[in-house]
């Protein structure tokens, strides 16, 4: 992993790969490399360590062009981050080949290509694809049916992109387990692993399924499923605009998408309420019927997903009285579960290509569940595709990996769902009506809570310097400092845990000292008393206290307390949403004071579509 562009067209594809590539560096990447034909079967390739800047600084120094052409940007998963590794990887007689993913039985296929006599120049997965694909083509096979082949030996999950320097006008892909998607122009295409990518050539697109292999020319594009039938994909136009992942007047895409939440959270509600009534028909048509038959809810997810589950698991508990049960995805789905009758499978994914995500749905499609709901932000993804019910976060493009609007409108769907199955389950229309009005006052309360930064700026001089910390939190607020604690982590590299408050004196406590900072989020609501007294006991052991503290909590700053003040009336439903806000501006904060990586943190990736 991590992404791929290619383009045939009339016209020097270079430009458009480079400006592709640098599109996709929101995912996280370690090298990038690019490889084109332009008239007779070489292929030029170069490949570089680091940024994609460093690519075009290469290709400054060597010019290259052509009109068929490939390239990607590389997140280690087999062999070191160098330029030996680096894609797009070359077999002999022109075979140049980008991939995502990872093959299982790489290993096996290459004892078999070395007695067979190919020698190998890196220590990748990929490699072994590009000879295999050549091996087939030695038996006479066109490059569309040596790449059939081929993944038919493959044991993993991938997508493809290959050319041969005998076929100048075609580019074969393929995708089994990770996204794929064709941009069609005139009389030139395209292909990517994220439309993103592509937006300043095309805005029309076709998603390959899983198991399709396409060959695309210039002028034509043939796509086979798994069982080697020819299919037609729809054709479907983005509504994403060209400028959509620019980063604007922001120090860091973090900052911005941080400040955009008010926008997004109000984007995912809209069109969702009327009249002070949920539409349950959002969810899609068969939504009604199932919500009322759903007699309990497992939520499946990784990552900050994963948090926003445990929120909801909270909710869906206390207001609907509906069991729900909040998992790991990567846990889940070799559990061997048990699955209840009428239960309603969740799950959420900012990208809806995470691979432990999408192995979770389809194994909960066989697993006798009532309905499955993706909550998630990418409307073309393979978890959408999947999903018999879909409820669409609209928070427009996520660049920074370290996931901020993200994971406030994922809280912003669930509250919808939530009130859904309140609403299905005898919850009177008065107490819905309360429900729908208090998520729609959320993005007022995060726009008031955005206020707090430059308090919050303050507060990151004192977090910086320090190796560790700890988040407190109770009942729904417990996930939200599990969140603080990883975005601290994420983009700063703090060592951060969070913790249950009520589990303080069952081991964490005997961390706490002057060094280990606290950080405690405590909205007014029926566990606030145990939260005082957990705080106090981080006092009494000399603990340093950070409290986002209701302004009628009755918590007081003192010595060794700093109270930051939050909105006031903030409800229960809100407060998961507005508390995460502050935690998320002071692992920015922290992170910036450091001088790390923000948008990219070290070994980490946007999208994960690798087990």
């Known amino acids: 992993m991590c992404g791929i562009v290619g383009a045939v067209a009339g016209r020097d594809v270079v430009p458009i790969l480079i400006e592709g590539l640098r599109r996709l560096e929101y995912r996280g990447y370690d090298s990038a490399g690019v490889a084109v034909l332009n008239g ?5 390739r170069l ?61 096996e296929l290459r004892e078999d290509l070395v007695r067979l006599g190919y020698e190998f120049s890196s220590e990748t997965d990929t490699e072994v694809i590009a000879h295999r694909i050549h091996h087939h083509l030695s038996g006479g096979n066109d490059l569309f049916a040596a790449v059939q082949r081929t993944v038919a030996e493959l044991r993993g999950a991938y997508s493809l992109a290959v050319m041969w320097g005998k076929d100048p006008d075609c580019i074969v892909l393929a995708r089994a387990g990770c996204p794929a998607i064709i941009g069609i122009g005139k009389d ?57 992942a620019d980063r604007g007047n922001y120090a860091h895409y973090m900052l911005k998408e941080i400040h955009e939440q008010p926008r997004a959270v109000a984007q995912t509600l809209a069109e969702r309420v009327a009249g002070g009534k949920l539409l ?70 900012q990208s809806g290509e995470t691979a432990d995500t999408l192995a979770a749905l389809r194994l909960a499609r066989k697993a006798g569940f009532l309905s499955t709901l993706a909550i998630c932000n990418s409307p073309e993804s393979s978890l959408v595709r999947e999903s018999e019910l879909v409820l669409l976060t609209r928070a427009g493009p996520e660049i920074g990996v370290a996931s901020t609007k993200a994971f406030t409108t994922q809280l912003a769907a669930l509250g919808l769902l939530v009130i859904a199955i309140a609403k299905h389950h005898g919850v009177p229309p008065e107490r819905e009506k309360l429900l729908v009005q208090r998520l729609l006052e959320l993005p007022v309360m995060i726009e008031q809570t955005l206020a707090l930064e430059p308090v919050i700026r303050e507060l990151a001089k004192k977090i910086a310097g320090k190796q560790h910390a700890l988040f407190l939190g109770r009942g729904a607020m417990f996930p939200i400092a599990m969140e603080g604690a990883l975005k601290l982590k994420e983009i700063s590299y703090i060592h951060a845990e969070a913790y249950a408050a009520g589990e303080l004196k069952h081991g964490p406590l005997a961390l706490v000292d002057a060094d280990m900072p606290v ?21 009494a052991r000399g603990g340093m206290l950070y409290v986002f503290a209701d302004p009628e909590s009755g918590i007081e700053p003192s010595d060794g307390v700093q109270v930051i003040t939050m909105p006031r009336h903030v409800s229960y439903l809100q407060a998961p949403a507005v508390y995460a806000v502050p935690l998320q501006l002071l692992a920015y904060h922290a992170a910036l004071l450091k001088g790390t990586d923000i948008d990219q943190p070290r070994n980490l990736a946007k999208s994960v579509t690798v087990e």
């Open 40 to 44: 007779g079967s070489r292929v030029a």
């Open 47 to 107: 490949r570089a360590v680091g940024k994609v800047a460093k690519l075009s600084e290469a290709l400054h120094a060597t010019p290259t062009s052509g009109h068929l052409g490939i390239a990607h940007t590389r997140w280690a998963t087999h062999g070191v981050p160098n330029e030996r590794n680096a894609h797009p990887h070359v077999s002999r007689d022109g075979v140049a080949i980008v991939h995502n993913g990872i093959i299982e039985n790489h290993e």
């Open 188 to 244: 030139e295409n395209f292909i990517a692993s994220d439309v993103a990518a592509l937006l300043p050539v095309t805005r029309r697109f076709r998603i390959l399924e899983e198991g399709d292999i396409a060959c695309i020319r210039r002028r034509s594009i043939r796509i086979v499923d798994a069982s080697g039938r020819d299919v037609e994909r729809p054709v479907y136009e983005s509504e994403l605009s060209a400028d959509a």
């Open 280 to 349: 349950s028909q959002a969810f899609g048509p068969a939504a009604i019927e199932v919500l009322k038959r759903t007699a309990s809810v497992h939520v499946v997810a990784c990552g900050t997903s994963y948090h926003a589950g445990i929120v909801a698991g909270y909710f869906i508990e206390q207001l609907c009285r509906v069991p729900c049960r909040v998992e790991i995805a990567s846990e889940f789905r070799y559990r061997e579960p048990v699955v209840p009758h009428d239960s309603l499978f969740v799950s959420i994914s």
């Open 519 to 539: 950080i405690a989020v405590a909205p007014n609501n029926d566990l606030l008393e145990k939260v005082k007294s957990n705080l106090q006991e981080v006092r």
